[in-house]
C-alpha cells in the first residue's frame, strides 16, 4: 500500500486555524485500490460557518494527536 497518503492537509496555512475551536481526532477510511485504509482525522468547529469541518487527514493516530494539539495551541494566539 505504498500509495496510501501520510498527511492531507485542508487549508493554506496555520494562521487558518485561528477561526476554529473543539477540536477532535476521530477514525475514519479510506478506500486505496479496493482495500479500506484507516486514516486518522483531525476536526474543528469553524466559528464563521458554524459547521465542523475537516482539517487534515494521517496515516498514524500520534501524528493526529500532536496536530489536534497543534491546532488547540494555533487557535488561542
Do not use: K
Amino acid at each position: 500500500m505504498s500509495n496510501v497518503p501520510a498527511s492531507l492537509f485542508y487549508f493554506e496555512h496555520a494562521d487558518s486555524l485561528e477561526g476554529f475551536h473543539g477540536f477532535e481526532v476521530i477514525q475514519t477510511f479510506q478506500n486505496q485500490g479496493g482495500d479500506s485504509v484507516p486514516m486518522w482525522s483531525v476536526s474543528g468547529y469553524d466559528r464563521l460557518t458554524g459547521q465542523n469541518t475537516m482539517l487534515a487527514d494521517f496515516h498514524a493516530r500520534g501524528m493526529a494527536d500532536t496536530f489536534c494539539d497543534m491546532c488547540t495551541i494555533i487557535s488561542v494566539r
